[in-house]
Protein backbone atom coordinates (compact mmCIF):
# COMPACT_ATOMS: atom_id res chain seq x y z
CA UNK A 1 0.00 0.00 0.00
CA UNK A 2 1.35 3.61 -1.38
CA UNK A 3 1.67 5.30 2.34
CA UNK A 4 3.49 8.54 3.51
CA UNK A 5 3.21 9.05 7.69
CA UNK A 6 4.03 12.14 9.54
CA UNK A 7 5.66 12.74 12.74
CA UNK A 8 6.72 15.32 14.90
CA UNK A 9 4.39 17.48 15.71
CA UNK A 10 3.75 19.29 19.05
CA UNK A 11 3.83 22.30 21.30
CA UNK A 12 6.40 24.82 21.06
CA UNK A 13 7.05 27.50 22.28
CA UNK A 14 7.96 31.17 20.15
CA UNK A 15 10.93 31.34 18.81
CA UNK A 16 11.49 27.30 18.89
CA UNK A 17 12.11 24.98 16.60
CA UNK A 18 10.77 21.46 15.52
CA UNK A 19 11.53 18.98 13.18
CA UNK A 20 9.30 16.95 10.94
CA UNK A 21 9.38 13.60 9.98
CA UNK A 22 7.44 12.08 6.67
CA UNK A 23 8.00 7.72 6.36
CA UNK A 24 6.87 6.62 2.80
CA UNK A 25 6.08 3.15 1.72
CA UNK A 26 4.71 1.44 -1.21
CA UNK A 27 6.40 3.02 -3.48
CA UNK A 28 10.15 3.93 -5.03
CA UNK A 29 10.52 6.72 -2.80
CA UNK A 30 14.01 8.27 -4.68
CA UNK A 31 11.96 8.38 -7.72
CA UNK A 32 9.28 11.42 -6.90
CA UNK A 33 9.32 15.43 -6.13
CA UNK A 34 7.69 15.77 -2.58
CA UNK A 35 6.37 18.31 -0.90
CA UNK A 36 5.27 19.73 2.31
CA UNK A 37 2.14 21.54 3.17
CA UNK A 38 -0.03 23.29 6.16
CA UNK A 39 -3.23 23.87 7.05
CA UNK A 40 -4.22 26.37 9.85
CA UNK A 41 -7.33 25.52 11.34
CA UNK A 42 -10.57 26.75 9.46
CA UNK A 43 -8.01 27.99 6.37
CA UNK A 44 -6.71 27.07 3.12
CA UNK A 45 -4.07 24.94 1.87
CA UNK A 46 -0.56 26.60 1.76
CA UNK A 47 2.36 25.42 0.21
CA UNK A 48 5.58 25.16 2.58
CA UNK A 49 8.62 23.31 0.55
CA UNK A 50 8.47 21.38 -2.70
CA UNK A 51 11.82 19.16 -2.71
CA UNK A 52 12.73 17.52 -6.08
CA UNK A 53 14.21 13.50 -6.18
CA UNK A 54 17.92 15.00 -6.63
CA UNK A 55 17.33 17.16 -3.28
CA UNK A 56 16.71 20.34 -4.85
CA UNK A 57 14.84 22.44 -2.48
CA UNK A 58 12.29 25.63 -2.72
CA UNK A 59 10.11 27.60 -0.61
CA UNK A 60 7.76 30.37 -0.57
CA UNK A 61 8.82 33.78 0.97
CA UNK A 62 6.59 33.09 4.39
CA UNK A 63 9.28 30.40 5.78
CA UNK A 64 12.36 30.82 3.33
CA UNK A 65 15.42 30.92 5.20
CA UNK A 66 13.36 29.19 8.50
CA UNK A 67 12.03 25.68 7.09
CA UNK A 68 14.69 23.03 5.83
CA UNK A 69 13.21 20.32 3.78
CA UNK A 70 15.68 17.39 3.05
CA UNK A 71 15.10 14.01 2.50
CA UNK A 72 16.63 10.34 3.10
CA UNK A 73 16.19 7.92 -0.15
CA UNK A 74 18.15 5.13 1.64
CA UNK A 75 15.44 5.41 4.98
CA UNK A 76 12.59 6.75 2.31
CA UNK A 77 12.03 9.54 4.64
CA UNK A 78 11.24 13.08 4.43
CA UNK A 79 11.93 15.68 6.80
CA UNK A 80 11.05 19.33 7.43
CA UNK A 81 13.21 21.21 9.55
CA UNK A 82 11.52 24.69 11.10
CA UNK A 83 13.19 27.23 13.27
CA UNK A 84 12.17 30.81 14.56
CA UNK A 85 8.84 29.53 15.06
CA UNK A 86 6.08 32.11 15.50
CA UNK A 87 2.11 31.85 15.87
CA UNK A 88 1.38 31.86 12.48
CA UNK A 89 3.07 28.56 11.77
CA UNK A 90 0.54 26.69 13.98
CA UNK A 91 -1.07 24.72 11.70
CA UNK A 92 -1.38 20.88 10.45
CA UNK A 93 1.57 19.71 8.03
CA UNK A 94 0.73 17.38 5.51
CA UNK A 95 3.67 15.72 3.23
CA UNK A 96 2.56 14.64 -0.25
CA UNK A 97 3.81 13.26 -3.41
CA UNK A 98 4.10 14.65 -6.64
CA UNK A 99 2.73 12.80 -9.42
CA UNK A 100 1.34 14.26 -12.73
CA UNK A 101 2.26 17.77 -11.62
CA UNK A 102 -0.47 16.99 -8.94
CA UNK A 103 -0.07 15.62 -5.23
CA UNK A 104 -1.79 12.46 -5.42
CA UNK A 105 -0.59 10.76 -2.14
CA UNK A 106 -0.60 12.73 0.98
CA UNK A 107 -0.08 11.54 4.86
CA UNK A 108 -2.76 12.04 7.48
CA UNK A 109 -0.84 15.21 8.61
CA UNK A 110 0.87 16.25 12.23
CA UNK A 111 -0.25 18.76 14.32
CA UNK A 112 2.32 22.13 15.09
CA UNK A 113 1.39 24.29 17.93
CA UNK A 114 3.48 27.24 18.39
CA UNK A 115 2.48 28.44 21.60
CA UNK A 116 3.80 30.02 25.46
CA UNK B 1 4.69 34.39 -7.51
CA UNK B 2 1.70 33.25 -9.00
CA UNK B 3 -1.64 33.98 -7.25
CA UNK B 4 -4.75 31.85 -7.86
CA UNK B 5 -8.15 32.87 -7.50
CA UNK B 6 -11.32 30.48 -6.90
CA UNK B 7 -14.66 31.70 -6.69
CA UNK B 8 -17.11 31.47 -5.81
CA UNK B 9 -15.19 31.11 -2.09
CA UNK B 10 -19.04 29.21 -0.94
CA UNK B 11 -21.66 27.61 -2.73
CA UNK B 12 -25.32 25.74 -1.93
CA UNK B 13 -26.83 23.43 -4.15
CA UNK B 14 -29.02 20.58 -4.28
CA UNK B 15 -28.29 16.83 -4.81
CA UNK B 16 -28.68 16.27 -9.21
CA UNK B 17 -27.23 19.95 -9.61
CA UNK B 18 -24.25 20.86 -11.94
CA UNK B 19 -21.89 22.82 -10.50
CA UNK B 20 -19.34 24.76 -11.50
CA UNK B 21 -16.23 26.35 -10.12
CA UNK B 22 -13.67 29.33 -11.63
CA UNK B 23 -10.02 29.69 -10.66
CA UNK B 24 -7.79 32.15 -12.52
CA UNK B 25 -4.50 32.45 -12.32
CA UNK B 26 -2.31 36.06 -12.29
CA UNK B 27 0.00 34.44 -15.15
CA UNK B 28 -0.74 31.72 -17.88
CA UNK B 29 -0.06 28.17 -16.36
CA UNK B 30 -0.80 27.06 -19.85
CA UNK B 31 -2.46 23.47 -18.21
CA UNK B 32 -0.53 23.28 -15.00
CA UNK B 33 -3.83 23.44 -12.87
CA UNK B 34 -5.19 20.58 -10.58
CA UNK B 35 -7.94 20.40 -8.28
CA UNK B 36 -8.18 18.54 -5.13
CA UNK B 37 -11.44 18.01 -2.48
CA UNK B 38 -11.22 17.95 1.04
CA UNK B 39 -13.32 17.06 3.85
CA UNK B 40 -13.49 18.07 7.23
CA UNK B 41 -10.24 15.68 9.43
CA UNK B 42 -9.01 14.44 6.24
CA UNK B 43 -6.04 15.13 3.97
CA UNK B 44 -6.79 16.65 0.25
CA UNK B 45 -7.78 14.11 -2.26
CA UNK B 46 -6.18 14.72 -5.61
CA UNK B 47 -9.26 14.81 -8.41
CA UNK B 48 -7.90 16.30 -11.59
CA UNK B 49 -4.43 17.22 -12.60
CA UNK B 50 -3.43 18.66 -15.50
CA UNK B 51 -6.27 20.72 -16.26
CA UNK B 52 -8.84 17.88 -17.16
CA UNK B 53 -6.81 14.39 -16.35
CA UNK B 54 -9.21 12.86 -13.58
CA UNK B 55 -7.59 10.94 -11.51
CA UNK B 56 -7.88 7.02 -10.92
CA UNK B 57 -11.18 6.16 -8.77
CA UNK B 58 -12.34 9.56 -9.20
CA UNK B 59 -16.19 9.73 -10.88
CA UNK B 60 -16.73 10.86 -13.83
CA UNK B 61 -19.13 13.45 -13.19
CA UNK B 62 -16.19 15.87 -12.05
CA UNK B 63 -14.55 17.22 -15.27
CA UNK B 64 -12.12 20.11 -15.72
CA UNK B 65 -11.27 22.25 -18.71
CA UNK B 66 -9.10 25.84 -19.05
CA UNK B 67 -6.10 27.18 -20.02
CA UNK B 68 -3.79 29.82 -19.67
CA UNK B 69 -5.62 31.81 -16.73
CA UNK B 70 -8.69 30.94 -16.74
CA UNK B 71 -10.16 27.10 -15.13
CA UNK B 72 -13.02 25.82 -14.70
CA UNK B 73 -14.24 22.38 -12.39
CA UNK B 74 -17.44 20.68 -12.89
CA UNK B 75 -19.27 18.24 -11.23
CA UNK B 76 -22.41 17.28 -13.16
CA UNK B 77 -24.66 16.19 -11.22
CA UNK B 78 -24.11 16.55 -7.50
CA UNK B 79 -23.99 13.62 -5.07
CA UNK B 80 -24.02 13.77 -1.27
CA UNK B 81 -20.43 12.72 -0.97
CA UNK B 82 -19.55 15.52 -3.18
CA UNK B 83 -20.36 18.31 -0.47
CA UNK B 84 -16.71 19.53 0.66
CA UNK B 85 -14.17 22.06 0.22
CA UNK B 86 -12.25 22.03 -3.23
CA UNK B 87 -9.36 23.92 -3.84
CA UNK B 88 -7.09 24.54 -7.26
CA UNK B 89 -3.15 24.67 -7.28
CA UNK B 90 -0.90 25.61 -9.87
CA UNK B 91 2.17 23.61 -10.75
CA UNK B 92 3.69 25.78 -13.47
CA UNK B 93 7.09 25.68 -11.92
CA UNK B 94 6.91 22.76 -9.68
CA UNK B 95 8.29 22.09 -7.29
CA UNK B 96 9.88 25.35 -7.09
CA UNK B 97 6.69 27.23 -6.53
CA UNK B 98 3.23 25.91 -6.29
CA UNK B 99 0.04 27.64 -4.76
CA UNK B 100 -3.15 26.71 -3.69
CA UNK B 101 -6.73 28.78 -4.65
CA UNK B 102 -8.10 29.94 -1.20
CA UNK B 103 -10.86 27.78 -1.74
CA UNK B 104 -14.62 26.84 -2.66
CA UNK B 105 -16.46 25.43 0.12
CA UNK B 106 -19.74 23.47 -1.55
CA UNK B 107 -22.55 22.72 1.11
CA UNK B 108 -25.81 21.57 1.20
CA UNK B 109 -29.10 23.77 0.06
Known amino acids: EVQLVESGGGLVQPGGSLRLSCAASGFTFSSYDMHWVRQVTGKGLEWVSG???????FYPGSVKGRFTSSRENAKNSLYLQMNSLTAGDTAVYYCAREWGSGMDVWGQGTTVTVSS | DIQMTQSPSSLSAFVGDRVTITCRASQSITRYLNWYQEKPGKAPKLLIY???TLQSGVPSRFSGSGSGTDFTLTISSLQPEDFATYYC???????????FGQGTRLEIK
Open chain 1, 51 to 57: IGAAGDT
Open chain 2, 50 to 52: ATS
Open chain 2, 89 to 99: QQSYNTPRGIT
